[in-house]
Every structure is written in structure tokens, then in C-alpha cells.
């Protein structure tokens, strides 16, 4: 039986994978120990991608919902035209105002989705778009945009030279880092240790790996890093441990900085962040000593209140120490394409006044905590809504207002493998194929990969039943409204130009690509470019405290907030996401052999001291309760947290979901129900969803 190279759509690294296909069915998947990058590595989350491509679960042909609200399957030439025609008469009677659309995350693992989307949304004219990204990493993509010009650019810690590895907010083991596309970065990191590197791990939790004996867990109190980051940076400032010949030469605004940070002493931050002044001012001063240092963090800082700001900080570290494109410091990660150039943008220009304060649009896409609201709006509401690869249902808080205002919509599509929770409250579901099922380049890493590459994959195997690829669907709904289609041509378009461009631009031969079953391996990181090359502010120095931030009052919000967590009660708990290897976001909720013993609920975690004080005991039942909701779940007692931190997987809550069987037999809880949504419930800076640091209350249920 042949085995096929291809590689993994679930997450940023892309690892190599083997698929043994027998008689047109992949037949099992292993790691690909002859791939170039990831040499065998691959995480069970890859591997159980497979039982999701078997699934009978799938949604195998379009669903329409009948008048008795059950979905029945239906041709595709009926779903394409039902589809069109209500475009045609909402466009003709409302105009593109009346659409609006949601983008989940696999579409950035979908080389072709991206592009037959912009094109279906820039012909339509619709503009109310909104999406995963800004729950997870939009604070990112505004934080280098404000600090290096272009949302693109994010410079990865080169671990294998470096002497000093910071890290806040992230879980290695589990979560497989992100913003940095490295197949197993434990590993690398056990390699650093050994040969003599510290690695210091900011978290709330202690996570699972420095019991290995990989470096040592900071805990700080959760939604506190970037005052932890000000502190450090004052300590560094203030005891002349900066690079003043680096700052002069290529940075600008660094008074601004100094005097923002000089506010946020460790004495005064202290109580705040959970940590003792003596030891905020040790993590400073041991990452500037080390001859060389680089830092990192994950979307444990990204979801909390300051995301953006905290990314700046984290920025300024390695700047100000004179790290950044420094060996051994963060090094920019070039890839096949320039994505930095690409990111260029000028945020300044992009904010404007609505119905719900200052509000911008990151990389596209309003606010998803404002989702719920649009959908709502009497004045404004829109009668169309395309659902493409999201769950926002679980996925945004709020979820009882959200099915509300989705089911108040006068039409719905959804593209996606399942009929989710999401696609439980769709018109149509429209069944799209897996990463075995289509061809792909590993894009989602570009200008993040550790070890850059390219890569194609052919499909593994011919798509099952009637499943067909986002970018044929939208080109028919084009096609069948008298729109530019890719399809106007060819019945069998060739899509691959803008790939071969953007390869070309490196000097790279995308045949070549083409041809190599497990992908070139491109330059490595390079210091040395960054600031000719690279950055893309007007003068091509960092901006080492925006103006943006000041002038969208980012800066005077954070020391409201300061004082707001001063303020807090002794005693407070805080929710934080507890990344699991048995979970990926809502993905993988209806994967049979993921539904172990242990693992068929989400409980609710809880350091036993807190638990204790409270009279409660492992298994009970407990009754959680925020400013914006309340759940019932299972306590667990977990000794890992910090004291007054208690912690939840998110995904769950399929009650309500029948086209996922396995998901509604473990239903779990959406622990999004806590969360805040509408106005108020983001970062205005990058619409970043506030999702971690949730104060709650916890009785016996």
C-alpha cells in the first residue's frame, strides 16, 4: 500500500505527515520521520485529523433546512442558485449593508480560501465582516503594526543560540506555541537547557513542562503582564541595562517610553501582578545580562484586557536590550514570500466614530464580541449571513444572545466540515473538504516558521461523496450571480499564479515546489536584515511608544485598569483557558477516541486551597458565576494554579448540537457563557476579545 507525503492543516507548524491510502480510502496516518522540518514529529491532534476526514458525522452533501425545521440533503445546483437568487434580491432591495459574514480560523490553514473569499466579499461589496482572529491574536497583528509598521511582522526567539528564553502566556507542550511555527518546540527546548540556556515561563498555571526540568514558572495573577513586562522594562531603563547605542540608532519615541514605564515601578506593581518587587526586578535584570536573550508570548497575554500593549512591551524587551536581530535574540523569519512588505499599513487612518465608541477594523474584520450586537441592531440588521469554517455560537461569549441573533437572520449559510452548533441555526450547510481532501501549501506559517520551508501537497485522496473546496463553491455562487468568476474560463481553473508570483518574488521555483513531495528547505534565521530590510515605519526605525496608543487613549486605559485590579477584593478568583492535547478550540469535539476516561467533560479547575476555603471537594458540583453570566460544572482540584486562579477548556457546549453526535453525548460546558461580549468587552486598540482574567464567584451547585 503507497503512502502518500503530505502535512497537517491543524495548526501553524505543518507537520509532516504520511497517509497510507488503499483503494482511493486513507487507510492510517503516522508522522513522516523523512520530513525535512518536522522529522517525525507530529502531535495526536494531527493524527486524530484523520478520524474527522472518516467521521460519518461529516456533512457529506448540502443541507437545506425544510419547513419542519429538519435539514434534508439537496442537489448542489439547487443550493448554488437558492443561494445566488437571495443574494440578487437582498443586494437589489438593500444593498451590500444587508450581508454579513463570519471567517472561523481554518480558513488561515486553506491556501485557496483566503483569496476566493476576498474575491466573493470585494464583489458583493461587503464590508461587515467579522472573525476568529480577534479572539485569539488580533492584539498581534495591531501591536507590530504600531511598533514596526506592518501587522506582518513578527520576530520569532531564535532558541537554538539563544542564552536566556522568556516566555508569557504560553503552554509548549500543549498548545504547540503560536506566532512561531516550530514542530516540537519542547524539544528545542530541552535542547537549549541542556547546552545551558535559562528559560523562564510567565503563567498563571504551572505548566507541564518545567516539571521536566525546563526552566522555572513565574506565576503571576492572570491579566497582569503587561505590568509585570512595564516593571521589567523600568528596571532595565532606569539601571542603565539598555543598549543606548541601539536605541539611538534605530529607535524613536524612546523618551515616551521611558516615561510611560517609569510609572510602573516593581514597588508599585507588585501587589498587582503577584509577584514580590525583589523578584520582578531579578527577571529584568537576568534577561538583560544575558549575552544573548529573546522572549516570546501566546494567546494566554493575548486574551486578556491590554493584548496590544502587552505585545508592544514584549517588543520593547527585546529591543531596548539590544536583542532584536541580534543572533540568539527574535529574529524576523523570511519564508517564500515577503509577509512583512505585505502587512505595510498605516493604523492611524483606520478608526472611525460608531454606535459603539472609536472602532477600527484589524486585518479586515470589526470586533467578533460585536457580532451578537450586529446581527441584532433593529436600524441595521442584516438579513444574510455566510458563516465560512466558524463556530461563533461556542466560540465569542455570550452564547444565548448569540443564537438569538443569528436565528433572527433572515438567511443563513454556513461552509463547513459539520453542522455545528453554528450550522444548527443555518438555511444551508454546505459541505466543504478536509486538508486530505485539497491541495494546500503550508501558508499558515509564513513569516513565523523557526525553520522556514515550502511545501505542496496534492490531494491525498479524491474529496468523499459531494464535499467540495470553499474556493469551488464561492466561484459557483459568483458564477450562477453573473460575477467575475474563476470559473468563467475553465470548468478546471488553475490557481496556483498567485503562489508562483509570490514564490518567484524569492527566486524560488514553484514547480520545483511542486515536485518535491516533502517541500524545500529555504534560508534559516538570518540577523543582520531587519532594519533595512524588514521594518516598514516611514523612517525605518522602531517606534518604541505609538502615538496611536496615546492618541486612542490605550495608555490612560491602562492605568485605569491598574487601578481597577488595585482595587480588587482579597480573595478574588479569576478564570483563565486550560489548554488540553485532547482539544483544538471546537475542532475536535466529535472525535470518538479523544472521549477517554477523564476527558469526556471540561471541569472546572481549582487550586484545593481555594476550594477548601470553600468548603468544596473534588467532583462536587459547583455553581460559577461572572458579571456576565453563570454555569454549572464539575470541580476538579488542580494544584498546578495559582491560588485565586480557577480554569476551564473552551470548545465545549453541544448540547444543542445532533449533527455532532459524539460532541452532544459529551457535551461538556461552554465556559464562553462566562465571558463578556458587546461594547466595553474588547480592546479598542485591536478589537481583541477580553477572555482570560474573568472575575467569578464559586459556590457549591
Same mark, same amino acid.
Given at each position: 500500500?503507497?503512502?502518500?507525503?503530505?502535512?497537517?492543516?491543524?495548526?501553524?507548524?505543518?507537520?509532516?505527515?504520511?497517509?497510507?491510502? &488503499?483503494?482511493?480510502?486513507?487507510?492510517?496516518?503516522?508522522?513522516?520521520?523523512?520530513?525535512?522540518?518536522?522529522?517525525?514529529?507530529?502531535?495526536?491532534?494531527?493524527?486524530?485529523?484523520?478520524?474527522?476526514?472518516?467521521?460519518?458525522?461529516?456533512?457529506?452533501?448540502?443541507?437545506?433546512?425544510?419547513?419542519?425545521?429538519?435539514?434534508?440533503?439537496?442537489?448542489?445546483?439547487?443550493?448554488?442558485?437558492?443561494? =445566488?437568487?437571495?443574494?440578487?434580491?437582498?443586494?437589489?432591495?438593500?444593498?451590500?449593508?444587508?450581508?454579513?459574514?463570519? %471567517?472561523?480560523?481554518?480558513?488561515?490553514?486553506?491556501?485557496?480560501?483566503?483569496?476566493?473569499?476576498?474575491?466573493?466579499?470585494?464583489?458583493?461589496?461587503?464590508?461587515?465582516?467579522?472573525?476568529?482572529?480577534?479572539?485569539?491574536?488580533?492584539?498581534?497583528?495591531?501591536?507590530?503594526?504600531?511598533?514596526?509598521?506592518?501587522?506582518?511582522?513578527?520576530?520569532?526567539?531564535?532558541?537554538? !543560540?539563544?542564552?536566556?528564553?522568556?516566555?508569557?502566556?504560553?503552554?509548549?507542550? $500543549?498548545?504547540?506555541?503560536?506566532?512561531?511555527?516550530?514542530?516540537?518546540?519542547?524539544?528545542?527546548?530541552?535542547?537549549?537547557?541542556?547546552?545551558?540556556?535559562? $528559560?523562564?515561563?510567565?503563567?498563571?498555571?504551572?505548566?507541564?513542562?518545567?516539571?521536566?526540568?525546563?526552566? &522555572?514558572?513565574?506565576?503571576?495573577?492572570?491579566?497582569?503582564?503587561?505590568?509585570?513586562?512595564?516593571?521589567?522594562?523600568?528596571?532595565?531603563?532606569?539601571?542603565?541595562?539598555?543598549?543606548?547605542?541601539?536605541?539611538?540608532? !534605530?529607535? @524613536?519615541?524612546? =523618551?515616551?517610553?521611558?516615561?510611560?514605564?517609569?510609572?510602573?515601578?516593581?514597588?508599585? $506593581?507588585?501587589?498587582?501582578?503577584?509577584?514580590?518587587?525583589?523578584?520582578?526586578?531579578?527577571?529584568?535584570?537576568?534577561?538583560?545580562?544575558?549575552?544573548?536573550?529573546?522572549? !516570546?508570548?501566546?494567546?494566554?497575554?493575548?486574551?486578556?484586557?491590554?493584548?496590544?500593549?502587552?505585545?508592544?512591551?514584549?517588543?520593547?524587551?527585546?529591543?531596548?536590550?539590544?536583542?532584536?536581530?541580534?543572533?540568539?535574540?527574535? %529574529?524576523?523569519?523570511?519564508?517564500?514570500?515577503?509577509?512583512?512588505?505585505?502587512?505595510?499599513?498605516?493604523?492611524?487612518?483606520?478608526?472611525?466614530?460608531?454606535?459603539?465608541?472609536?472602532?477600527?477594523?484589524?486585518?479586515?474584520?470589526?470586533?467578533?464580541?460585536?457580532?451578537?450586537?450586529?446581527?441584532?441592531?433593529?436600524?441595521?440588521?442584516?438579513?444574510?449571513?455566510?458563516?465560512?469554517?466558524?463556530?461563533?455560537?461556542?466560540?465569542?461569549?455570550?452564547? /444565548?444572545?448569540?443564537?438569538?441573533?443569528?436565528?433572527?437572520?433572515?438567511?443563513?449559510?454556513?461552509?463547513?466540515?459539520?453542522?455545528?452548533?453554528?450550522?444548527?441555526?443555518?438555511?444551508?450547510?454546505?459541505?466543504?473538504?478536509?486538508?486530505?481532501?485539497?491541495?494546500?501549501?503550508?501558508?499558515?506559517?509564513?513569516?513565523?516558521?523557526?525553520?522556514?520551508?515550502?511545501?505542496?501537497?496534492?490531494?491525498?485522496?479524491?474529496?468523499?461523496?459531494?464535499?467540495?473546496?470553499?474556493?469551488?463553491?464561492?466561484?459557483?455562487?459568483?458564477?450562477?450571480?453573473?460575477?467575475?468568476?474563476?470559473?468563467?474560463?475553465?470548468?478546471?481553473?488553475?490557481?496556483? +499564479?498567485?503562489?508562483?508570483?509570490?514564490?518567484?518574488?524569492?527566486?524560488?521555483?514553484?514547480?520545483?515546489?511542486?515536485?518535491?513531495?516533502?517541500?524545500?528547505?529555504?534560508?534559516?534565521?538570518?540577523?543582520?536584515?531587519?532594519?533595512?530590510?524588514?521594518?516598514?515605519?516611514?523612517?525605518?526605525?522602531?517606534?518604541?511608544?505609538?502615538?496611536?496608543?496615546?492618541?486612542?487613549?490605550?495608555?490612560?486605559?491602562?492605568?485605569?485598569?491598574?487601578?481597577?485590579?488595585?482595587?480588587?477584593?482579597?480573595?478574588?478568583?479569576?478564570?483563565?483557558?486550560?489548554? @488540553?492535547?485532547?482539544?483544538?478550540?471546537?475542532?475536535?469535539?466529535?472525535?470518538?477516541?479523544?472521549?477517554?476516561?477523564?476527558?469526556?467533560?471540561?471541569?472546572?479547575?481549582?487550586?484545593? /486551597?481555594?476550594?477548601?476555603?470553600?468548603?468544596?471537594?473534588?467532583?462536587?458540583?459547583?455553581?460559577?458565576?461572572?458579571?456576565?453570566?453563570?454555569?454549572?460544572?464539575?470541580?476538579?482540584?488542580?494544584?498546578?494554579?495559582?491560588?485565586?486562579?480557577?480554569?476551564? +477548556? !473552551?470548545?465545549?457546549?453541544?448540547?444543542?448540537?445532533?449533527?455532532?453526535? +459524539?460532541?452532544?453525548?459529551?457535551?461538556?460546558?461552554?465556559?464562553?457563557? %462566562?465571558?463578556?461580549?458587546?461594547?466595553?468587552?474588547?480592546?479598542?486598540?485591536?478589537?481583541?476579545?477580553?477572555?482570560?482574567?474573568?472575575?467569578?464567584?464559586?459556590?457549591?451547585?
Amino acid at each position: 500500500m503507497p503512502e502518500v507525503p503530505t502535512f497537517c492543516r491543524v495548526c501553524e507548524p505543518a507537520c509532516g505527515l504520511l497517509a497510507k491510502v &488503499e483503494g482511493g480510502e486513507i487507510t492510517a496516518l503516522r508522522p513522516d520521520k523523512a520530513h525535512p522540518v518536522s522529522k517525525g514529529f507530529a502531535c495526536q491532534k494531527g493524527i486524530a485529523s484523520l478520524d474527522i476526514h472518516r467521521d460519518p458525522d461529516r456533512v457529506d452533501r448540502p443541507q437545506r433546512r425544510s419547513a419542519t425545521g429538519r435539514f434534508e440533503d439537496a442537489p448542489w445546483e439547487t443550493a448554488i442558485g437558492e443561494i =445566488a437568487a437571495k443574494l440578487r434580491q437582498v443586494l437589489e432591495e438593500d444593498g451590500p449593508e444587508a450581508i454579513a459574514v463570519y %471567517l472561523g480560523n481554518p480558513g488561515a490553514f486553506n491556501t485557496f480560501s483566503g483569496p476566493a473569499t476576498g474575491s466573493f466579499l470585494g464583489q458583493l461589496g461587503v464590508r461587515r465582516v467579522f472573525g476568529s482572529g480577534t479572539q485569539d491574536c488580533s492584539n498581534k497583528f495591531a501591536g507590530s503594526e504600531a511598533v514596526f509598521g506592518t501587522s506582518t511582522c513578527h520576530p520569532v526567539p531564535d532558541i537554538a !543560540h539563544t542564552d536566556h528564553l522568556l516566555l508569557f502566556g504560553e503552554n509548549p507542550r $500543549v498548545s504547540k506555541m503560536s506566532f512561531i511555527s516550530i514542530a516540537d518546540p519542547v524539544s528545542e527546548i530541552r535542547r537549549a537547557v541542556k547546552r545551558g540556556a535559562t $528559560v523562564r515561563y510567565v503563567n498563571p498555571r504551572r505548566i507541564e513542562e518545567p516539571e521536566a526540568g525546563t526552566g &522555572e514558572v513565574i506565576q503571576l495573577r492572570p491579566d497582569t503582564d503587561v505590568y509585570l513586562m512595564a516593571a521589567m522594562l523600568e528596571v532595565i531603563l532606569s539601571e542603565g541595562l539598555a543598549d543606548e547605542a541601539v536605541l539611538a540608532e !534605530h529607535g @524613536t519615541r524612546v =523618551a515616551e517610553l521611558r516615561a510611560f514605564v517609569a510609572r510602573y515601578s516593581p514597588d508599585r $506593581v507588585q501587589a498587582v501582578v503577584g509577584l514580590a518587587a525583589e523578584e520582578i526586578s531579578r527577571l529584568a535584570r537576568e534577561f538583560a545580562a544575558a549575552p544573548r536573550a529573546s522572549v !516570546h508570548m501566546s494567546t494566554g497575554t493575548n486574551m486578556g484586557r491590554q493584548g496590544t500593549l502587552a505585545y508592544w512591551l514584549l517588543h520593547m524587551l527585546s529591543f531596548v536590550t539590544g536583542n532584536l536581530d541580534r543572533q540568539g535574540g527574535n %529574529l524576523y523569519s523570511l519564508g517564500f514570500y515577503s509577509a512583512a512588505k505585505a502587512g505595510r499599513s498605516k493604523p492611524a487612518k483606520q478608526f472611525f466614530d460608531s454606535r459603539h465608541g472609536r472602532m477600527r477594523r484589524v486585518r479586515g474584520a470589526f470586533p467578533g464580541n460585536l457580532f451578537a450586537d450586529e446581527l441584532a441592531d433593529q436600524d441595521s440588521k442584516p438579513r444574510v449571513l455566510f458563516v465560512i469554517a466558524g463556530n461563533p455560537v461556542l466560540s465569542i461569549g455570550g452564547e /444565548e444572545a448569540l443564537r438569538e441573533a443569528i436565528s433572527g437572520v433572515e438567511f443563513v449559510v454556513c461552509l463547513d466540515l459539520y453542522r455545528n452548533a453554528t450550522g444548527e441555526l443555518a438555511d444551508w450547510v454546505l459541505p466543504c473538504t478536509d486538508g486530505f481532501e485539497r491541495a494546500d501549501v503550508n501558508i499558515a506559517g509564513l513569516g513565523l516558521q523557526y525553520q522556514p520551508y515550502v511545501q505542496w501537497s496534492d490531494p491525498v485522496v479524491p474529496p468523499r461523496a459531494e464535499r467540495r473546496e470553499e474556493w469551488w463553491i464561492l466561484g459557483k455562487i459568483e458564477q450562477a450571480m453573473g460575477l467575475r468568476s474563476v470559473f468563467d474560463e475553465s470548468p478546471e481553473p488553475e490557481l496556483t +499564479t498567485r503562489l508562483s508570483h509570490m514564490m518567484r518574488s524569492r527566486g524560488i521555483d514553484f514547480e520545483e515546489v511542486r515536485a518535491a513531495p516533502r517541500g524545500v528547505v529555504l534560508e534559516g534565521l538570518t540577523p543582520g536584515r531587519f532594519y533595512t530590510e524588514w521594518i516598514q515605519t516611514e523612517d525605518q526605525r522602531v517606534d518604541c511608544c505609538p502615538s496611536i496608543f496615546a492618541a486612542e487613549g490605550a495608555l490612560e486605559r491602562c492605568e485605569s485598569l491598574f487601578a481597577e485590579l488595585a482595587a480588587e477584593p482579597d480573595g478574588q478568583l479569576k478564570l483563565i483557558t486550560l489548554r @488540553t492535547v485532547h482539544m483544538h478550540n471546537t475542532w475536535y469535539q466529535n472525535v470518538e477516541r479523544l472521549k477517554r476516561p477523564g476527558q469526556r467533560e471540561n471541569p472546572l479547575c481549582m487550586n484545593p /486551597e481555594d476550594a477548601a476555603s470553600r468548603g468544596l471537594a473534588d467532583g462536587d458540583r459547583v455553581h460559577c458565576e461572572s458579571p456576565w453570566g453563570a454555569i454549572e460544572a464539575t470541580l476538579a482540584c488542580d494544584d498546578t494554579l495559582r491560588p485565586g486562579v480557577v480554569a476551564m +477548556t !473552551h470548545g465545549w457546549g453541544n448540547r444543542q448540537t445532533p449533527g455532532m453526535a +459524539t460532541a452532544q453525548r459529551h457535551p461538556g460546558v461552554n465556559a464562553n457563557v %462566562l465571558l463578556p461580549s458587546g461594547s466595553g468587552s474588547y480592546e479598542p486598540i485591536s478589537n481583541q476579545a477580553f477572555m482570560t482574567g474573568i472575575p467569578v464567584d464559586i459556590v457549591g451547585a
